[in-house]
């Protein structure tokens, strides 16, 4: 079998043909572009103060402990009796959903739950491995590059010990079922554990069916063919080498016709978290090993193998082991698009109370920021404002198109022009052609992605010379609404919040239609 670190590696390069930034391996976005080159120099504190938004994670369940080998005396039994108990079980390691986590920041790279303990005589049962827990935003999209499927868990906090917490219960993956066979004919009776379980899982397959799990539509699990765009570059290689440095060096050749083939193993999106509180295992703990009082229970053994045969069934299992790459969809209803310094940021603090970063530079915002926008009948609107885009960010210019992902889902896009882009001497971008270079750049990111709802804001209608500027941006752009605004003193924001409420409710909402923009 390929090694983990090389097939991760050489799947996550060619999924990133373009985007080369330790700052995105290290799950920040990719910043490129002359402005912001230099990365050692200029660009290491807007990295620093950019958000996580891609994350690779490997995760590991802790192992089982091993069950105990013991033989009870007493006066009245010379002879003794076995009284091992069993291993606990390993901990998982779970990815859980939560509302109040902006980004991958908080995660470690390599995240191991606790081991079970091991059995101890007078046949007590070895305690539980503590799971890991790691918190992500709402949003997060799963990919596995290696390893098993995660499994959706009922929203469970801890599993407390279990005095019935021992192997051969009815929670056991199919991975551990060929030891569990064993088991089971050992201890057949201990069955009745499985309905005492407060930790209910289910596998879910490559499809994303899932079986007998309530509220099954609460959770999206899906394989689709969406790549991830992740950078080759890895800081964190040093860190890797160590973790792999036991594993044998194999024939490149050999490497290369097995990349390919299981480069098609990668599964992209197979688990989203979208509702705060949902909980996904992404690693489980191995089950513990028996103690010699299961092992003797009806278990016919050979005198020459059975010691070999204790050995093997007290030995803990081996917790599972994924290989993922975590990526952050925000999920707004409203997404700002315009160029930098277009007034996108004014406009989402002028709706709601969000306080984004404004200044009088371009790529003032590095990160996406998400408002609220409120309704006298208190219907919400949550409104995403992404980093500005350039013209050529599909060739990764400025900030290139790495926060796109963060409108991909948004129900309505709104299209920021800077009608003042060129009055009194600026050499701008004039305001139908700032849309056209933003249908453009949207429809390279994702084919499709302008055919949503839209509407346009002409915002900076205060400054001298903007009144014609509109009337000439009406006159070369028609079929979708514009809204002419000054964010900095909220002028037409009213009529605003009710443009696009009508747009959400719209059963035939207008589209920006690029061949019916007139630009010179
Ligand atoms: N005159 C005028 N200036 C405005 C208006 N709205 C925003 N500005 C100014 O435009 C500049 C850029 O505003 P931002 O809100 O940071 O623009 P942005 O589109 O978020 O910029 P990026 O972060 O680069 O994407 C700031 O100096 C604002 O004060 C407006 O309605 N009228």
Same mark, same amino acid.
């Given at each position: 079998?390929?090694?983990?670190?090389?097939?991760?590696?050489?799947?996550?390069?060619?999924?990133?043909?373009?985007?080369?930034?330790?700052?995105?391996?290290?799950?920040?976005?990719?910043?490129?572009?002359?402005?912001?080159?230099?990365?050692?120099?200029?660009?290491?504190?807007?990295?620093?103060?950019?958000?996580?938004?891609?994350?690779?994670?490997?995760?590991?369940?802790?192992?089982?402990?091993?069950?105990?080998?013991?033989?009870?005396?007493?006066?009245?039994?010379?002879?003794?009796?076995?009284?091992?108990?069993?291993?606990?079980?390993?901990?998982?390691?779970?990815?859980?959903?939560?509302?109040?986590?902006?980004?991958?920041?908080?995660?470690?790279?390599?995240?191991?739950?606790?081991?079970?303990?091991?059995?101890?005589?007078?046949?007590?049962?070895?305690?539980?491995?503590?799971?890991?827990?790691?918190?992500?935003?709402?949003?997060?999209?799963?990919?596995?590059?290696?390893?098993?499927?995660?499994?959706?868990?009922?929203?469970?906090?801890?599993?407390?010990?279990?005095?019935?917490?021992?192997?051969?219960?009815?929670?056991?993956?199919?991975?551990?079922?060929?030891?569990?066979?064993?088991?089971?004919?050992?201890?057949?009776?201990?069955?009745?554990?499985?309905?005492?379980?407060?930790?209910?899982?289910?596998?879910?397959?490559?499809?994303?069916?899932?079986?007998?799990?309530?509220?099954?539509?609460?959770?999206?699990?899906?394989?689709?063919?969406?790549?991830?765009?992740?950078?080759?570059?890895?800081?964190?290689?040093?860190?890797?080498?160590?973790?792999?440095?036991?594993?044998?060096?194999?024939?490149?050749?050999?490497?290369?016709?097995?990349?390919?083939?299981?480069?098609?193993?990668?599964?992209?999106?197979?688990?989203?978290?979208?509702?705060?509180?949902?909980?996904?295992?992404?690693?489980?703990?191995?089950?513990?090993?028996?103690?010699?009082?299961?092992?003797?229970?009806?278990?016919?053994?050979?005198? @020459? &193998? !059975?010691?070999?045969?204790? =050995?093997? $069934?007290?030995?803990?299992?081996?917790?599972?082991?994924?290989?993922? /790459? *975590?990526?952050?969809?925000?999920?707004?209803?409203?997404?700002?698009?315009?160029?930098?310094?277009?007034?996108?940021?004014?406009?989402?603090?002028?709706?709601?109370?969000?306080?984004?970063?404004?200044?009088?530079?371009?790529?003032?915002?590095?990160?996406?920021?998400?408002?609220?926008?409120?309704?006298?009948?208190?219907?919400?609107?949550?409104?995403?404002?992404?980093?500005?885009?350039?013209?050529?960010?599909? @060739? &990764? !210019?400025?900030?290139?198109? =790495?926060? $796109?992902?963060?409108?991909?889902?948004?129900?309505?896009?709104?299209? /920021? *022009?800077?009608?003042?882009?060129?009055?009194?001497?600026?050499?701008?971008?004039?305001?139908?052609?700032?849309?056209?270079?933003?249908?453009?750049?949207?429809?390279?990111?994702?084919?499709?992605?302008?055919?949503?709802?839209?509407?346009?804001?002409?915002?900076?209608?205060?400054?001298?010379?903007?009144?014609?500027?509109?009337?000439?941006?009406?006159?070369?752009?028609?079929?979708?609404?514009?809204?002419?605004?000054?964010?900095?003193?909220?002028?037409?924001?009213?009529?605003?919040?009710?443009?696009?409420?009508?747009?959400?409710?719209?059963?035939?909402?207008?589209?920006?239609?690029?061949?019916?923009?007139?630009?010179?």
């Amino acid at each position: 079998m390929l090694r983990w670190r090389q097939h991760a590696l050489l799947v996550l390069r060619r999924i990133s043909p373009a985007n080369v930034c330790p700052a995105a391996w290290a799950g920040g976005a990719s910043y490129h572009g002359s402005a912001l080159e230099d990365r050692k120099g200029k660009a290491a504190p807007l990295q620093a103060r950019g958000m996580v938004d891609r994350f690779r994670l490997r995760a590991r369940g802790g192992d089982g402990g091993n069950g105990c080998v013991s033989q009870r005396r007493s006066r009245s039994d010379r002879q003794g009796r076995p009284d091992g108990g069993n291993g606990g079980t390993g901990g998982d390691v779970i990815l859980e959903c939560s509302g109040s986590i902006w980004d991958f920041s908080s995660l470690q790279h390599h995240t191991k739950a606790g081991r079970g303990g091991h059995g101890l005589p007078k046949n007590q049962i070895g305690t539980r491995g503590s799971d890991k827990v790691a918190r992500v935003p709402v949003g997060t999209v799963i990919h596995l590059v290696c390893g098993e499927l995660p499994f959706f868990t009922v929203n469970t906090p801890t599993r407390s010990l279990d005095p019935w917490d021992i192997p051969d219960a009815a929670e056991h993956s199919a991975a551990s079922s060929d030891q569990m066979n064993s088991r089971e004919s050992i201890n057949g009776n201990e069955s009745k554990r499985g309905s005492n379980d407060q930790w209910e899982k289910q596998t879910c397959s490559g499809t994303g069916s899932k079986t007998g799990f309530p509220n099954t539509e609460d959770y999206n699990v899906s394989s689709t063919q969406h790549k991830v765009e992740i950078d080759e570059t890895d800081p964190f290689d040093s860190e890797y080498d160590e973790f792999w440095e036991d594993e044998d060096e194999d024939d490149s050749e050999e490497e290369d016709t097995e990349e390919e083939r299981e480069e098609d193993d990668v599964q992209y999106s197979v688990a989203e978290l979208t509702r705060p509180g949902q909980r996904l295992i992404v690693a489980q703990g191995g089950e513990g090993g028996l103690g010699n009082v299961s092992i003797g229970k009806g278990m016919r053994m050979s005198k @020459e &193998n !059975r010691l070999q045969e204790i =050995a093997r $069934l007290s030995g803990g299992q081996q917790g599972t082991e994924s290989f993922l /790459v *975590l990526e952050l969809k925000s999920i707004a209803d409203v997404g700002l698009v315009g160029l930098p310094n277009a007034g996108k940021s004014t406009l989402l603090s002028a709706l709601s109370r969000a306080q984004p970063e404004i200044a009088d530079y371009a790529f003032t915002t590095l990160r996406p920021n998400i408002g609220s926008l409120t309704y006298e009948d208190y219907f919400s609107v949550k409104v995403a404002d992404i980093p500005g885009l350039i013209k050529g960010a599909h @060739e &990764n !210019r400025g900030l290139g198109h =790495a926060f $796109l992902r963060h409108i991909e889902r948004t129900k309505v896009l709104t299209y /920021v *022009l800077d009608l003042a882009a060129t009055l009194n001497g600026r050499k701008g971008t004039p305001p139908w052609e700032q849309l056209h270079d933003l249908v453009v750049e949207l429809e390279h990111y994702q084919e499709g992605l302008t055919k949503r709802p839209s509407l346009i804001v002409a915002n900076k209608i205060d400054e001298e010379g903007a009144d014609a500027m509109y009337d000439e941006l009406k006159r070369r752009v028609q079929g979708v609404p514009i809204f002419p605004l000054c964010a900095i003193l909220q002028e037409g924001v009213p009529d605003l919040r009710v443009g696009l409420r009508d747009l959400m409710d719209a059963s035939e909402p207008q589209v920006v239609d690029l061949s019916k923009i007139i630009v010179d």
